[in-house]
T-cell receptor, first 113, second 111 residues
Framework: GQQLNQSPQSMFIQEGEDVSMNCTSS?????WLWYKQEPGEGPVLLIA?????ELTSNGRLTAQFGITRKDSFLNISASIPSDVGIYFC?????????????FGKGTKLSVKP | GAVVSQHPSWVICKSGTSVKIECRSL??????MFWYRQFPKQSLMLMAT?????????EQGVEKDKFLINHASLTLSTLTVTSAHPEDSSFYIC???????FGPGTRLTVT
């Protein structure tokens, strides 16, 4: 089945630093999504990417849908303590009745004030 | 934006009892809802797809007789964990429709 490789697994950074994480897949997706999850809560959608090559920003967050449709990256600029959490990438293929999201294993971000 | 709610947010039950978890789409209709389970420090794993007016579709390895799903309306799906055991303790999260929004999750602890 489809699998996503997300890296790095965890990051420990200083406040103000930039962060970059990425996901790669063995197969293509129609949509790439990036979520943030905090303890005890459901994932919150950060950015959705719908077209190969698309580059989208949401405040300090920037994500790109790889041109091959097999990868995506998420950048966070000028990190702040509230950026702490687990970031998940997810690939989605619409079609049939599934619309299943395939998740990466997550990147745990820790920010030191 | 779209809002998905879950109830309860957390529940503790004894082994052998059943627990029902609700997932509601608050400002849109959802013919399809998805149920996920997440163990500590792990990613989300799809359990089943809930289809309004028809039977749910379960992922391989998920017991349909243990995890009963009812999608009775376009805004409500329920997941019932029957005869719960400690190994069923987990974080259960729903996603509504083709939108990419998740509910806040339900923490189930079976003692």
């Amino acid at each position: 089945g489809q699998q996503l490789n997300q890296s790095p697994q965890s990051m420990f950074i200083q406040e103000g630093e930039d962060v970059s994480m990425n996901c790669t897949s063995s197969s293509i997706f129609n949509t790439w999504l990036w979520y943030k999850q905090e303890p005890g809560e459901g994932p919150v959608l950060l950015i959705a990417l719908y077209k190969a090559g698309e580059l989208t920003s949401n405040g300090r967050l920037t994500a790109q849908f790889g041109i091959t449709r097999k990868d995506s990256f998420l950048n966070i600029s000028a990190s702040i303590p509230s950026d702490v959490g687990i970031y998940f990438c997810a690939g989605l293929n619409y079609g049939g009745s599934q619309g299943n999201l395939i998740f990466g294993k997550g990147t745990k971000l820790s920010v030191k004030p | 934006g779209a809002v998905v709610s879950q109830h309860p947010s957390w529940v503790i039950c004894k082994s052998g009892t059943s627990v029902k978890i609700e997932c509601r789409s608050l400002d849109f209709q959802a013919t399809t809802m998805f149920w996920y389970r997440q163990f500590p420090k792990q990613s989300l794993m799809l359990m089943a797809t809930s289809n309004e007016g028809s039977k749910a579709t379960y992922e391989q390895g998920v017991e349909k007789d243990k995890f009963l799903i009812n999608h009775a309306s376009l805004t409500l799906s329920t997941l019932t964990v029957t005869s719960a055991h400690p190994e069923d303790s987990s974080f259960y999260i729903c996603r509504a429709g083709q939108k990419q929004y998740f509910g806040p999750g339900t923490r189930l602890t079976v003692t």
